[in-house]
């Protein structure tokens, strides 16, 4: 079963716009991630946030993390063309070495 | 650094053959995984190694499906006998410690 998911499942943005994906779930985490998928690729890691952080920013990300509601969202701004892919959410359970995902975002920037 | 290397990255096959997948981690990264992924479940993770031992296998189907990492530059993903099901986009990855993970570009596997 999927630790993580992501809302919206789709989103459809015009380029320069903010773009905002959230991500619950369910059990006690060591840390949260968030990778990029862009069609036909592989995955890519964008940024990590642990269990004790609430927020983190890396460029044009910024991700937040509320244990306590067990969600996530990561903030993409001034978005451009090639930001359009899938974006996941990953979780390391507590006590667990692996990292599960969720069912993704699917980000489109138009021009 | 090349990052890491599947192959085939294309394999079609009829049903009922032996489909072999293979990956070649990151030089140094003691952690290696291996993924499914469809439209109808996502990524799913099959197996995981930790300095060439397999730490859970849980996600495996079935027996039909093995993994094997003889050394720390080399892992085998097999499915024999192959079905139509078992159609879908395979991704290995590894980590230096298993948090953040490397994807390589991943094998379609199409099962006829």
């Known amino acids: 079963s999927q630790q993580g998911e992501e809302d919206p499942q789709a989103l459809s943005i015009q380029e320069g716009e903010n773009a905002t994906m959230n991500c619950s779930y369910k059990?006690?985490?060591?840390?949260l991630q968030w990778y990029r998928q862009n069609s036909g690729r592989g995955l890519v890691h964008l940024i990590l946030?642990?269990?004790?952080?609430r927020e983190k920013h890396s460029g044009r990300l910024r991700v937040t993390l509320d244990t306590s509601k067990k969600s996530s969202s990561l903030l993409i701004t001034a978005s451009r063309a090639a930001d359009t892919a899938s974006y996941f959410c990953?979780?390391?359970?507590?006590?667990?070495?692996?990292?599960?995902f969720g069912q993704g975002t699917r980000l489109t920037i138009n021009p | 650094d090349a990052g890491v290397i599947q192959s085939p990255r294309h394999e079609v096959t009829e049903m009922g053959q032996e489909v072999t997948l293979r990956c070649k981690p990151i030089?140094?990264?003691?952690?290696l995984f291996w993924y499914r992924q469809t439209m109808m479940r996502g990524l799913e993770l099959l197996i995981y190694?930790?300095?060439?031992?397999?730490?859970?296998d849980s996600g495996m189907p079935e027996d039909r499906f093995s993994a094997k990492m003889p050394n720390a530059s080399f892992s085998t993903l097999k499915i024999q006998p192959s079905e139509p099901r078992d159609s879908a986009v395979y991704f290995c990855?590894?980590?230096?410690?298993?948090?953040?993970?490397?994807f390589g570009s991943g094998t379609q596997l199409s099962v006829l």
């Open positions: 990855a590894s980590s230096a410690h298993y948090e953040k993970l490397f």
């Open positions: 059990t006690s985490i060591n840390n």
């Open positions: 946030i642990r269990s004790n952080e």
């Open positions: 990953a979780t390391i359970i507590q006590g667990a070495q692996k990292l599960v």
């Open positions: 030089s140094g990264h003691d952690y």
């Open positions: 190694f930790n300095n060439n031992v397999p730490i859970d």
